[in-house]
């Protein structure tokens, strides 16, 4: 599978199971067992939109990008700045 496909398949299968909106992808990595995608998501509309609540999702992958697993690394509102980022 092409990198286009593997993310265009695993987000489909991650929103179809969750329910939950997808903003976008923002990583994707082949691992030993298949591929993993970080997906952030809209948790929570708010008023304004900058107070919304978004995550990130890592959501592995098999080989043949068939959902294995998924789950919450981290939450934060729309207007905040990541702090991971050492800013």
């Known amino acids: 599978m092409t990198p286009m496909e593997v993310v265009r398949k695993g987000s489909a299968q991650f929103v179809e199971l969750t329910g939950l909106e997808a903003e976008s992808v923002s990583s994707f990595a082949r691992t030993d067992d298949g591929w993993s995608l970080e997906i952030e998501v809209l948790e929570l509309s708010r008023v304004p939109d900058t107070m919304s609540l ?29 702090r991971r980022s050492g800013g």
């Open 54 to 82: 978004l995550a990130s999702y890592e959501v592995e992958l098999t080989a043949e990008g068939d959902l294995a697993g998924y789950r919450r690394v981290r939450r934060y509102e729309r207007g905040r700045s990541d």
